[in-house]
């Protein structure tokens, strides 16, 4: 494909540093999901449960979330036990 890498947007790091991506912390043996992400989805939880009390959101809406939430933790508890 004859791809090039851009030269001011490309960095090469040491495994020893940790990437943040996607929600995600990566570093060289383990996937965690990050400080913020966790308080974001903590925070839409409570506000989520606000408004279905309130009568504003449906409880269908929140469970899809939650399930959302549940895919993010499978990953992280599926890696673990693979790469042990």
């Known amino acids: 494909l004859c791809l090039e890498l851009h030269p001011n947007k490309t960095t090469i790091h040491t ?3 940790h990437l943040d991506y996607l929600g995600y912390s990566l570093r ?7 400080n913020k992400t966790y308080r974001a989805i903590k925070h839409k ?5 606000q ?9 269908e809406k929140y469970l899809q979330a939650v399930h ?3 895919g993010m933790y499978a990953f992280l508890n ?7």
């Open 68 to 70: 959302s939430w549940w």
């Open 51 to 59: 408004d279905i009390v309130l009568g504003q959101e449906s409880e």
């Open 28 to 34: 060289k043996n383990t996937i965690k999901i990050r």
């Open 45 to 49: 939880r409570k506000m989520y449960l």
């Open 15 to 17: 495994l020893n540093n």
């Open 78 to 84: 599926t890696y673990k036990q693979q790469y042990k």
